[in-house]
């Protein structure tokens, strides 16, 4: 009876490279581990909250900026609102005309 040699020049028993790449798997029992199988954990959890940080962020820095033009266009009408009066208030004042006889 004549043995069946591997590429390696080794009977098929005693190569272990052979033996490691076969590809028949109903001779080794499946590899078990350790430790215990991790549940899937769910992807772009992280990256989500991070996200909706920074359109927080963004909205809120949006309305701090409007909050502040409404202000600022407040304060000028009531500057240019009470400028126009003092200007009038102090022309009506030294612009009167005294009639002559």
């Known amino acids: 009876?004549?043995?069946t040699l591997c590429p390696h020049g080794l009977t098929r028993g005693e190569?272990?490279?052979c033996a490691t790449l076969s590809t028949s798997s109903a001779d080794t029992p499946p590899a078990s581990s350790r430790r215990p199988?991790?549940?899937?954990?769910?992807r772009g959890g992280g990256a989500g909250i991070v996200v909706a940080?920074?359109?927080?962020?963004?909205?809120g820095?949006?309305?701090a900026a409007l909050v502040s033009?409404?202000?600022?266009?407040v304060v000028l009408a009531a500057v240019?609102?009470?400028?126009?009066?003092?200007g009038w208030r102090l022309g009506v004042a030294h612009g009167r005309r005294t009639r002559r006889d």
């Not at 033009?69 to 266009?73: A, P, Q, S």
């Not at 240019?80 to 003092?86: L, Y």
């Open 53 to 59: 940080v920074v359109a927080l962020l963004l909205v």
């Open 69 to 73: 033009f409404i202000f600022r266009v």
């Open 80 to 86: 240019s609102v009470g400028s126009g009066w003092i």
């Open 1 to 3: 009876m004549t043995a």
């Open 37 to 42: 199988a991790k549940p899937e954990r769910r």
């Open 15 to 17: 190569c272990l490279i």
């Open 61 to 63: 820095w949006w309305v």
